[in-house]
Every structure is written in C-alpha cells, then in structure tokens.
C-alpha cells in the first residue's frame, strides 16, 4: 500500500511529539 510509509512516519513524530510534551510539562511542574 503506498503511502503506508509516510503514515508510519507520522504516527512516530506524533508519537515522540507526544511524550516530549509529557516530558517538558513533568519537568516544568516540578
């Protein structure tokens, strides 16, 4: 399926975008 790559890619940087954003607001809470 093309395009499936991309997809898999996105979902990743979403992913790490995710979890640095979790990281920053733990970090800034503290």
Known sequence: IP???AVES???G???GV???EAWR???TR
Request: charged share 5%.
């Open 10 to 12: 996105l979902n990743v």
């Open 3 to 5: 395009g499936t790559g």
């Open 14 to 16: 979403v992913a790490c």
């Open 19 to 21: 979890a640095l954003a």
């Open 26 to 28: 733990q970090r800034l």
